[in-house]
C-alpha cells in the first residue's frame, strides 16, 4: 500500500481516483482538511475497501509515525501543502508552519520507519515529493522553459515556502539516503479545482454573472497541465523515476491568462449562453496587480518524457473543454464548497461583486 498525504485536495484526490482507476493497490490518506481539502471529491471511494482516510496533520509527528508503523506503506505520496500566492501574501506564517515545518516532520517520520525496514523493502522503499515550477522564479517571455538544473530563485511566500521543502527533500537524500523523487509541476486544472484559483474561479464568476477579475494587463504567461495528466506522471515517477533525481512536468501548453479567460468565455458562450446574447467576456474587469506577480512560467519536460516515456494525454483544447464540462455538470460541488469563508475571502482580495 502507499500512504499519501494531503489527498483530499486537488491534485491530491484526482491523483487517488487515477490511483483507484488503475491499479486496486490500497491507499491511506492524511489529509487536515483545511479549507481546500475537501472528502466530497473521494467520495466514489466509499465502498472501496483498499481506500482509508485519516484527518491529520503531517507536522503531527506521532499520527505519522503511527500511520507508517501499521499499515507498512512502500511508498510515501506528498501533496500536503498551502498553495495559493495571494493567500501566502496576506498570511506568510500558515505557509511557513506546513509547507517548510511540516515537511520537515513528516521526513524525519518517514525516516524513522525507512531506516527500520528490512531489505528489500528498504531498498524499494520512495518518499515523493510534489512540488512546483514556482520554485524557479520568474522567465522573460524569450528566456527558454524551467529544467531541473535551473536555480531556485522564488518570488512569493509560498514559492519560497515550497523551495525550503524542495531543499529539505534533497538535504534527506543526500545527508542520510532517504529515497526520494521530487516533481515539479506547471500550473493544474481540472475536475474538483478549489474556485480561488484562476480557471475554475471564471467559470464559477462568469455563471453567477460577477465580474472576471483580471490581474493587471492579464498578460502573464503560465504552462497548463490537466490533473489527470499530472497524476499519471506522478505514478510513472513513482514506479521508474531514479533516486534522488528530480522530473519537471508541463502541459506544452503556455497561455497567458488572458487568453485563458477568453477560451473558457467562449466555451460558455456556446455551451450555457447567457439569456441577454451578450458573451461573458462582457464580464472581464481588470484588477490591481498582486504584489510580485512573477511574469512567465513554462517548463521543459524532456527530462521525464525521455528518461520515463511520459508525455501529456491531453492538449490544453481538449483539458479545458473537458474542465467547464465537468463545472456545468457539478453546480452541487461548487455551492456546497462557498462557504461563508470563501465568500469573504474572494470580497477581501478582489473587491465585493
Known amino acids: 500500500m502507499i500512504l499519501v498525504t494531503g489527498g483530499a485536495g486537488f491534485i491530491g484526490s484526482n491523483f487517488i481516483l487515477d490511483w483507484f482507476a488503475g491499479d486496486p493497490e490500497p491507499v491511506v490518506n492524511l489529509d487536515l482538511l483545511t479549507y481546500a481539502g475537501n472528502v466530497e471529491n473521494l467520495a466514489a471511494l466509499a465502498d472501496e475497501p483498499g481506500y482509508r482516510f485519516m484527518r491529520g496533520s503531517i507536522g503531527d509527528s506521532a499520527l505519522v509515525a503511527g500511520l507508517l508503523a501499521t499499515h507498512q506503506p512502500r511508498a510515501v505520496v506528498n501533496f500536503a501543502a498551502e498553495s495559493h500566492v495571494d493567500r501566502s501574501i496576506h498570511g506568510p506564517g500558515t505557509f511557513i508552519e506546513t509547507n517548510v515545518l511540516g515537511t520537515f516532520r513528516l521526513l524525519e517520520a518517514v525516516r524513522g520507519y525507512w531506516a527500520g525496514l528490512p531489505e528489500p523493502q528498504r531498498q524499494t522503499f520512495r518518499f515523493l515529493h510534489v512540488s512546483t515550477d514556482e520554485v524557479y522564479g520568474s522567465l522573460s517571455a524569450t528566456d527558454p522553459a524551467f529544467s531541473e538544473t535551473n536555480r531556485y530563485e522564488p518570488n512569493s511566500p509560498y514559492s519560497a515556502s515550497k523551495a525550503a521543502s524542495d531543499?529539505?527533500?534533497?538535504?534527506?537524500?543526500?545527508?542520510y539516503g532517504l529515497p526520494v523523487l521530487t516533481t515539479n509541476c506547471s500550473n493544474n486544472y481540472g475536475p474538483y479545482h478549489f474556485p480561488e484559483k484562476l480557471i475554475p474561479l471564471m467559470i464559477v464568476n462568469a455563471l453567477a454573472g460577477k465580474p472576471l477579475p483580471v490581474y493587471g494587463d492579464g498578460l502573464q504567461i503560465r504552462d497548463w497541465l490537466y490533473v489527470r495528466d499530472h497524476a499519471s506522471?506522478?505514478?510513472?515517477?513513482?514506479?521508474?523515476?531514479?533516486?534522488?533525481?528530480?522530473?519537471?512536468?508541463g502541459g506544452r501548453s503556455e497561455r497567458t491568462n488572458l487568453a485563458i479567460v477568453h477560451t473558457v468565455c467562449g466555451l460558455l458562450d456556446a455551451r450555457r449562453p447567457r439569456r441577454d446574447g451578450t458573451s461573458y467576456t462582457s464580464l472581464i474587469t481588470h484588477v490591481t496587480d498582486r504584489p510580485g506577480h512573477d511574469r512567465r512560467y513554462a517548463i521543459d519536460c524532456h527530462k521525464i518524457e525521455s528518461e520515463l516515456g511520459w508525455t501529456p494525454a491531453e492538449t490544453f483544447e481538449t483539458g479545458i473543454e473537458k474542465t467547464v464540462q465537468w463545472y456545468l455538470d457539478h453546480p452541487e460541488w461548487v455551492a456546497r464548497v462557498q462557504s461563508g469563508a470563501y465568500r469573504e475571502w474572494i470580497e477581501q482580495q478582489y473587491g465585493a461583486g
Open 167 to 175: 531543499h529539505l527533500v534533497r538535504a534527506w537524500h543526500h545527508t
Open 233 to 249: 506522471a506522478i505514478r510513472r515517477v513513482l514506479a521508474a523515476g531514479r533516486p534522488g533525481e528530480v522530473y519537471n512536468v
